[in-house]
C-alpha cells in the first residue's frame, strides 16, 4: 500500500485572449469544463484537473487570458502571466495563434520564458491543414524550443504536444527541491488556506506564540507559500501560510497569479488543510471553492471560523444565526467537514487545533485490515442494496463481492462487483458515508475504485 502520493506536476497553458487556451483544455481533459466562444478574455476563474500523460498524471491548469484591466497596459499583463507561470509552474504550455501570427507582446513573454530553467512548449494553434504549416516559421524567432504545430479544434498534434512537454519533466523520483535537508522527525504538513485578509498569517502567529509572519490589514500581504516548523502538546507539525485565494478575474497583478500557483502547490503537498472563513464577512462562495478544491486534491480538512468573538453577544445574534444556516445549506455536500470556532486575535479556541490536525492526519493515513472493510461491505449491501444494472430490456441484480484497501492518504478502495459502471452516484456517497462512519473518516476525503472482478476496471 502506497502512504502519502508526491506532489503532482503543474502544467500551466497560458497565452494572449482567444488563442485556443480552453479548446485545448478541454480536449486533454476529455470534457467541456470551460465555457468556449470567440470572445477575447472569457475565461475568468482558473479550471484545474487531473490528466493521465502517457506513464504520468500531471496537474493542467487552464489560465485566464491576458485580459489586460482598464488601467493596465498589454505589456504588463503579458508579463504578469509569464511570471506567474514560472513562479509556480513545472512546465508552460504557451498558445499562439497561428492566423494571427506573431505579435510584439509575445516577444517580451518569450524573453522572460528564456530565462527560466522549467521546459516550455511553443504551441502555435489553428494550424488545422498542412497548407498552414508555414506559418510556424516566424514563431521559431522566439528562440524557445521546441516549436509544434497543434489544432484545438480538430486535435492534430495536441496530444504529441503535451507529451513531449511531461517527457521534458524531471523524473518521479527527481529531488523536488535540491539543497533542502530532510526533515529530522516527520511531521504532519498542514496548509492554512483561504480568501485574503481572513486572518491566515494571524492564526500562524497565534500558533507560534510570536510574530513571525507579516500581517496587515491589507488583502493579498502574503505573496508566497511559507514552511514553519511548529512544536505542540499534541505533536510536531509544519504549517505552511498560503496566499489568499481570490477569484481569478480579480487577481489583477501577476504576483497574485503567481501566489494562486503557489497555494496550490502547497495545498497538494499537505496532509492537512485548515480553511480559514472570516465569519463578519460570512461563508461565501469563494470560501466554498476553496475548501472543494481542497477535497478534490485528497486532502483532509477542517473549515476553521476566524474572528468568531466579533460575532458574539447579543447584538450579534442575527449575523451568527445567518452563518449557522448558510453553512448547514452550503456545506450539505460536505457535511462530514469539522468546523472550529476562533479568534486568533485573541487565542479562544486556537489552542485546539493541533489535536484536530492530529486526528484528521490519522484519519488519512488510516490501513484498514481487509477483514474488516468486508464486514463493512456486507453490512453495507444488507442495509441498503444498489439499484439493479439495466441490460436493455433486462434488469440484474448488481453483487459485491470484497473490498481491500489499495492507498492511504486519501484513503483508497478497490471494490470489486459484477457492473461497476451501473452503480448509481448516490450508492457511492452511501458507501462514502458509511465507510466514514464506521472507520471515524470525519473530514477525509475517501476514493472508491469500483472494479468488475476478473475484467476492466470502472475509475471515478
Known amino acids: 500500500m502506497r502512504g502519502l502520493p508526491k506532489p503532482l506536476p503543474i502544467i500551466a497553458i497560458v497565452g494572449r485572449p482567444n488563442v485556443g487556451k480552453s479548446t485545448l483544455f478541454n480536449r486533454f481533459t476529455g470534457g467541456r469544463r470551460v465555457l468556449v466562444e470567440d470572445t477575447p ?3 475568468r476563474d482558473r479550471i484545474i484537473e487531473e490528466v493521465e ?32 507561470a514560472l513562479e509556480g509552474a513545472d512546465a508552460v504550455l504557451w498558445i499562439v495563434d497561428g492566423q494571427a501570427g506573431l505579435l510584439p507582446q509575445e516577444q517580451e513573454m518569450a524573453r522572460l520564458l528564456r530565462r527560466s530553467d522549467r521546459p516550455v512548449m511553443v504551441a502555435v494553434n489553428k494550424i488545422d491543414a498542412p497548407v498552414h504549416l508555414p506559418r510556424l516559421a516566424e514563431f521559431h524567432a522566439l528562440g524557445l524550443e521546441p516549436v509544434r504545430a497543434v489544432s484545438g479544434e480538430h486535435g492534430t498534434g495536441a496530444w504529441d504536444a503535451l507529451e513531449e512537454l511531461v517527457a521534458a519533466l524531471p523524473p518521479d523520483d527527481a529531488v523536488e527541491e535540491e539543497g533542502v535537508e530532510p526533515e529530522a522527525e516527520p ?5 492554512i488556506a ?14 507560534l506564540g510570536e510574530e513571525r509572519v507579516v500581517v496587515s490589514e491589507v488583502p493579498g500581504t502574503t505573496r508566497d507559500s511559507i514552511d514553519i516548523r511548529v512544536e505542540t502538546e499534541a505533536g510536531v507539525f509544519t504549517f505552511v501560510d498560503t496566499a489568499g485565494l481570490r477569484r481569478a478575474g480579480r487577481r489583477t497583478e501577476h504576483l497574485e497569479r503567481g501566489s494562486a500557483f503557489m497555494s496550490l502547490r502547497a495545498i497538494e503537498r499537505a496532509d492537512v488543510a485548515l480553511v480559514l472563513v472570516d465569519a463578519v464577512e460570512g461563508f461565501t462562495d469563494q470560501d466554498f471553492r476553496v475548501l472543494s478544491l481542497v477535497r478534490e486534491r485528497g486532502c483532509a ?29 452550503r456545506l450539505a455536500p460536505l457535511r462530514d467537514v469539522p468546523i472550529a470556532r476562533i479568534s486568533a486575535k ?12 492530529l486526528r484528521l492526519g490519522k484519519a488519512a493515513s488510516i490501513e484498514i485490515p481487509t477483514p474488516e472493510l468486508n464486514r463493512w461491505l456486507q453490512d453495507c449491501v444488507g442495509r441498503h442494496e444498489p439499484a439493479m444494472a439495466q441490460r436493455g430490456a433486462r434488469r440484474r441484480p448488481i453483487k459485491f463481492f470484497y473490498a481491500t484497501q489499495v492507498a492511504s492518504r486519501p484513503p483508497t478502495l478497490a471494490i470489486f462487483c459484477t457492473e461497476p459502471r451501473a452503480v448509481q452516484p448516490s450508492y457511492r456517497r452511501f458507501l462514502e ?3 466514514r462512519e464506521q472507520f471515524d473518516l470525519a473530514g477525509v476525503p475517501v476514493r472508491l475504485r469500483l472494479r468488475k472482478r476478473g475484467g476492466d476496471r470502472s475509475r471515478r
Do not use: C, F
Open 346 to 357: 485573541t487565542g479562544k479556541g486556537v489552542r485546539r487545533l493541533p489535536r484536530l490536525v
Open 194 to 207: 483561504g480568501r485574503p485578509n481572513v486572518g491566515k498569517s494571524s492564526l500562524l502567529n497565534r500558533l
Open 187 to 191: 511531521s504532519l504538513r498542514v496548509a
Open 301 to 329: 480538512a477542517a473549515l476553521i471560523i476566524n474572528k468568531w468573538d466579533e460575532i458574539e453577544g447579543e447584538d450579534h445574534e442575527d449575523t451568527r444565526k445567518r452563518l449557522e444556516d448558510e453553512l448547514a445549506r
Open 433 to 435: 458515508n458509511r465507510l
Open 41 to 43: 478574455g472569457l475565461t
Open 53 to 84: 500523460v502517457g506513464p504520468r498524471r500531471v496537474l493542467l491548469v487552464d489560465t485566464a487570458g491576458l485580459d489586460p484591466d482598464p488601467e493596465s497596459a498589454i505589456d504588463r499583463a503579458v508579463q504578469g502571466q509569464a511570471r506567474a
